[in-house]
């Protein structure tokens, strides 16, 4: 199972982004996903995370108002909606995801190779 994404870019202070991460590959089944960010210098961080029917989300308190985290099954693709971005969202943004392939019959962990969001101020 691979996790692309794809949506980052520059912005400026205030704006948004919808950042999306689609799923590929044969026999699988993803559950929770999620949503990191890694600034320069700084530690990996959750941003948010998404059950596997959507129903029940988690975010980070500096996101939380902001951010929205989303998914649509029919297409394996997990979203994130960015309003009103600051500065100190810039970072590298990767997907994760859980899940198990019906080919291994084991349970996986993919992370993407990331999308830039760079916000100015």
């Known amino acids: 199972v691979q996790l692309v994404e794809s949506g980052g870019g520059l912005v400026q202070a205030g704006g948004s982004l919808r950042l999306s991460c689609a799923a590929s590959?044969?026999?699988?089944?993803?559950?929770?996903m999620g949503w990191y960010r890694q600034a320069p210098g700084k530690q990996r961080e959750l941003v948010a995370v998404?059950?596997?029917?959507?129903?029940?989300?988690n975010y980070a308190d500096s996101v939380k108002g902001r951010f929205t985290i989303s998914r649509d099954n029919a297409k394996n693709t997990m979203y994130l909606q960015m309003n009103s971005l600051k500065p100190e969202d810039t970072a590298v943004y990767l997907c994760?995801?859980?899940?198990?392939?019906?080919?291994?019959?084991?349970?996986?962990?993919?992370w993407g190779q990331g999308t830039l969001v760079t916000v100015s101020s």
């Open positions: 590959g044969s026999r699988f089944s993803i559950n929770t």
């Open positions: 994760n995801a859980h899940g198990v392939s019906f080919m291994t019959d084991r349970l996986f962990e993919v």
């Open positions: 998404i059950n596997s029917g959507g129903g029940s989300t």
